[in-house]
C-alpha cells in the first residue's frame, strides 16, 4: 500500500534554536544509536542524507511516514555564538496492529479524532523534551 503523504494524521514542524555550531548538532544528530534513543517505537532508515545540512528518513514502526531534520547555519548580528536553527518535520500516520508498515484505516470519528491529537501531544512533547536535552547538553558544553 503506498503511503499518502498528503494525508497524514501526524503532521509535526517545529523549529529550535541552539547556541552550537551545526557540525556539533550533526555528530549526535547523525549518529543512528541517537534515533533509537530518541524514537524507540520507530525504525527510521535514510532516504537523504544532506552532510551538515540535516538528514530524511522514512518511518516505519508505531508510525509509518517520513521525518526530517533540517539544520540552518545561522550568523547574529547580535552574537559571536555559532548557531543553528534546527527544523525538525515529522508527517507519518499510526500503522495498522501487527503490521509496522501498513498504515492504519481511518475512520475520523470524534473518538479517532481524539486519540490522534492526544498522539499528537505526545509526539511533539516527546520531541520538545528531546531537542531541549540536546540544547541544554551542547550550550553547556561551550
Given at each position: 500500500m503506498k503511503q499518502d503523504f498528503d494525508h497524514c494524521?501526524?503532521?509535526i514542524a517545529d523549529?529550535?534554536?541552539i547556541y552550537a555550531p551545526v557540525t556539533a548538532v550533526i555528530a549526535v544528530v547523525g549518529n543512528s544509536a541517537t534515533w533509537r534513543k530518541w524514537w524507540p517505537d520507530l525504525t527510521l532508515k535514510v532516504y537523504?542524507?544532506?552532510g551538515n545540512?540535516?538528514?530524511r528518513w522514512t518511518v516505519s514502526g508505531s508510525?509509518?511516514?517520513s521525518s526530517e531534520i533540517w539544520l540552518e547555519p545561522w550568523a547574529s548580528e547580535t552574537s559571536e555564538l555559532a548557531?543553528?536553527?534546527v527544523h525538525y518535520y515529522l508527517r507519518a500516520t499510526p500503522t495498522k496492529a501487527g503490521s509496522l508498515i501498513v498504515p492504519r484505516a481511518v475512520t475520523n470519528s470524534v473518538r479517532e479524532q481524539r486519540e490522534m491529537h492526544k498522539l499528537r501531544e505526545r509526539h511533539v512533547l516527546a520531541w520538545k523534551r528531546t531537542i531541549w536535552g540536546l540544547k541544554d547538553s551542547l550550550e553547556n558544553s561551550l
Open positions: 494524521l501526524i503532521d523549529d529550535t534554536v537523504g542524507d544532506r545540512k540535516g538528514l508510525l509509518v511516514g548557531t543553528t536553527i
